[in-house]
């Protein structure tokens, strides 16, 4: 059984073992001095009676007066203007160091963020993944046509050694 031990101050230890056989079970007495408190008993031990006290060999240290924190700051809630949407403003390149990565944060049901530039098709082919089996793919010098671009790539690498 865990039990603290406490040698109260000369002057207190009548009042310490008058406490300690009210308890229930009653507090036992360790030495001519010192009484073995249990850890649920001593926390609800009157403070006064460990005040010069030691406990476990230690002096006892009192407990400081519970200050009260200090508040944070709040600001004061205001009325909102009907201009509030939820979200923030959008902020402009120049805001941005030049090594930031844009997040795109963009719902479902929302426009791509990036458009393709004019140059480029709206949608890329179907047939960009290689190996993977769809439309026919012809190769350019000499007309024949693949059924994947893994194997149109694989052919033109054939034209690459011939001419070179």
Known sequence: MIV???TPAAGLRQAFAAWAVQQRPKVRTVSS?????????FTAL?????????VDGHPYVPVPPEEEPEAP????????????TGHLPDLPAEAYPPDAVLLDLVGAEAEPPHPPPADEPDSAPADTDPG????????PECGR????????????????????
């Open 73 to 84: 700051a709040v600001l004061p809630e205001r009325e909102c203007s009907g201009r509030c």
């Open 46 to 54: 009157p403070e006064e009676l460990l005040l010069g006290s030691y």
């Open 4 to 6: 603290i031990r406490v």
């Open 33 to 41: 001095r010192s009484f073995a408190v249990p850890p649920k008993l």
């Open 145 to 164: 046509t693949f059924d994947t671009a893994r194997g149109l790539a694989t052919h033109a690498r054939a034209h690459a050694k011939a001419a070179s």
């Open 132 to 139: 993977t089996p769809g439309t026919a793919c012809p190769e």
